[in-house]
């Protein structure tokens, strides 16, 4: 292969891509495209990991897969097929999570450099760790349909990937989804949770049954009976609704009857929801079509059974042979395990699809077919494989530039879907982007402030919600500086007896600093607590990356005031009233009900006015109900951009 690319590389880059030995994380749309092009062009050395199998999903756009390959693992059937191009190269594939503690700082060091082309945030966030804390190159790649972006990161060279804050998915207050849906989405993610409480993985933030909290329904009649029946008959045995659907065998008639009627009476029980919105009208089990005599919709395949709306009838025997499909799905698990709802699984799709369609009926809300269905409970739209190509063509030439150290010529590239306004469709960024220095991941010395209500925050939810979720840690130990206390150990039972601990009872007050690490990833932090109460139930904790805006509401107020008055003094027009960190601060963002995706792999890129493009991530993850990274409201990038592949999520959002 070295006779080969002679003519086509200098002799200095040659020997480079000869000697050098890659990583490329993904196995998907772009990852299918880079791979192809490495070996092409004569790298000699390269693994390959993905945890995927291959869907018939896959077969438009990740070319080295075909028919006959679905249920393999991406990652052994790329290597295979890409090997057909150069049996030269030696390519080594794991089909395992990159969250693997085999994957070690260790491992990433072996790299001259990592080619990112993943479908999700979570992987993003800690293979940039990775990369960062093993001082290795990182070329980072997305796509969303004729969208793309390539960028460096490059510690103490460019931005890491979480130098700029994610703004908040797109979300929906609970009692909407509870109460008062109006739109497709919100029967959709109703149904979406109901598949989680019947099967999957017990959540209280999913509950489904009527909202008697909903401050539209305070006073109602109906919601104060039940809160004293709730009262009078406080020492009755209570069970979840995955329990009292196991009592009762997953029986379709009285599932359907309880969700689709009870619920409904109930909520028209609270009749100040309806003052100025159109009733529901409960269906019971049967009543709307004689199930018997319905079109067999389930037995049907292809275009048609996707593209077609369903009558009530054919929702309902829908339903009913999903909850049975999905019983004796159920019914193989190890005990304790649940299933977990997957777009690409028949039975789980098939009941959301019913659900959400006759919950939509009962609101008077238009119908959806289960395409539609499909697309909007996965959040996707499909990749396109062209622009996947090209995206893996620049992520391959600034391979090429860090091979020889010219970093100032790997600014991000942007690819569109119309010209812009200098007649560009492949748009580079002017400067690197420096790396942002508050980011509480790149710094010299990550360190960030959480205020944190720390009088009904517990030690569990502080790692799970917040150092996990938030702060994108794996395996995180906590300790009280100064006073060696351990909150939290990533040894197995070590520190399980803190877990239900209110932070006050562990003596995690105001003005406390934590060191948090995570040796997985090499990360250390350290954690300034600023005790603050709770305003609402969504917003327990705001995370503020830069210590340098830490003031008290009083104290803005007086430097706001000040400033107000000089500029008064001096007969000049008042200065922004976002003055030293009052609009650094940002608006608050609180999540209630989130509409995520299972496929988080977007990039929506927008050109900005300015001379470099800078980036403004959206939040794909599951996350805990809190307020956001607080960013200047100056310096908030004009563009949307964010991840890759497979099937895009998308935010409209």
């Not at 479908?119 to 804390?133: E, I, Y």
């Not at 932090?525 to 995370?543: P, W």
Request: glycine residues 4%; proline residues 4%; contains cysteine.
């Amino acid at each position: 292969m070295a006779a080969e690319i002679d003519g086509f590389f200098r002799d200095d880059l040659r020997e480079k891509i000869l000697t050098s030995k890659l990583l490329v994380v993904g196995a998907g749309g772009i990852g299918c495209e880079v791979l192809k092009n490495l070996v092409m062009c004569g790298f000699k050395n390269i693994e390959i990991i993905d945890l995927d199998t291959i869907d018939v999903s896959n077969l438009n756009r990740q070319f080295l897969f075909h028919k006959e390959h679905v249920g393999k693992s991406k990652a052994m059937v790329a290597r295979e097929t890409a090997l057909k191009f150069n049996p030269n190269v030696e390519i080594k594939a794991y089909h395992d999570s990159i969250f693997n503690t085999d994957y070690g700082v260790s491992f990433f060091q072996r790299f001259t450099m990592v080619l990112n082309a993943l479908d999700n945030r979570a992987a993003r966030n800690h293979v940039n760790r990775m990369c960062l804390n093993a001082k290795i190159p990182l070329i980072e790649s997305g796509t969303a349909g004729y969208n793309g972006q390539v960028e460096l990161i490059e510690r103490g060279v460019t931005q890491c990937y979480e130098c700029t804050p994610k703004a908040a998915q797109k979300t929906f207050p609970g009692c909407t989804i509870r109460n008062t849906p109006s739109e497709p989405v919100h029967c959709i993610v109703w149904a979406k949770h109901l598949f989680n409480q019947l099967f999957g993985e017990d959540n209280a933030d999913e509950d489904v049954s009527p909202d008697t909290a909903d401050p539209e329904a305070a006073g109602d009649a109906g919601k104060d009976a039940m809160e004293v029946d709730s009262n009078e008959k406080g020492n009755i045995e209570r069970v979840s609704t995955k329990q009292w659907a196991q009592n009762c065998d997953y029986m379709p008639e009285k599932l359907f009857n309880k969700f689709f009627s009870d619920d409904i009476n109930y909520l028209l029980s609270m009749s100040n929801l309806w003052k100025t919105r159109t009733p529901p009208k409960p269906m019971r089990y049967g009543e709307h079509d004689v199930i018997s005599e319905v079109e067999d919709v389930s037995s049907t395949t292809g275009v048609m059974r996707d593209q077609k709306i369903w009558t009530v009838g054919e929702c309902q025997k829908v339903f009913a042979e999903s909850i049975s499909n999905l019983k004796e799905q159920a019914s193989k698990l190890k005990e304790d395990d649940h299933l977990v709802w997957d777009k690409d699984d028949k039975d789980a799709m098939d009941f959301v699809a019913a659900c959400a369609n006759i919950r939509s009926m009962i609101f008077s809300i238009p119908q959806k077919s289960r395409f539609d269905i499909k697309s909007m409970a996965g959040n996707i739209i499909p990749a396109i494989a062209t622009t996947n190509a090209i995206t893996s063509g620049f992520v391959v030439l600034h391979a090429f530039k860090v091979l020889e150290k010219k970093f100032e010529q790997c600014q991000s590239v942007y690819i569109r879907s119309q010209v812009n306004a200098r007649n560009q469709i492949f748009v580079p960024e002017k400067i690197i982007t420096p790396p942002n220095p508050n980011c509480y991941v790149c710094a010299a010395k990550p360190e960030l402030i959480l205020k944190v209500d720390t009088d009904v925050i517990t030690v569990r939810e502080f790692r799970d919600d917040i150092l996990i979720k938030e702060m994108n840690m794996v395996n995180p130990d906590v300790m009280i500086d100064g006073k060696g206390i351990i909150v939290i150990s990533s040894e197995e039972g070590e520190t399980e007896c803190n877990e239900e601990k209110l932070l006050k009872e562990m003596q995690i007050v105001d003005g406390c600093i934590l060191k948090a690490e995570d040796f997985f990833q090499n990360y250390e932090l350290t954690i300034t607590i600023v005790h603050k109460k709770a305003e609402r139930e969504d917003a327990k904790f705001e995370i503020i990356a830069d210590k340098n805006i830490l003031k008290t509401a009083e104290s803005v107020e007086e430097l706001k005031k000040q400033k107000t008055a000089e500029a008064a003094s001096q007969s000049q027009e008042p200065g922004p009233s976002g003055l030293n960190g009052s609009s650094s601060n940002g608006g608050e963002s609180s999540k209630n009900v989130a509409y995520e995706s299972d496929e988080d792999d977007l990039v929506l890129v927008e050109e900005t006015p300015a001379s470099a493009e800078k980036r403004k991530h959206i939040d794909e993850d599951e996350s805990p109900s809190c307020k956001r990274v607080k960013i200047d409201e100056s310096e908030k990038p004009a563009t949307l951009n964010d991840e890759d592949d497979d099937l895009i999520c998308i935010d409209d959002d």
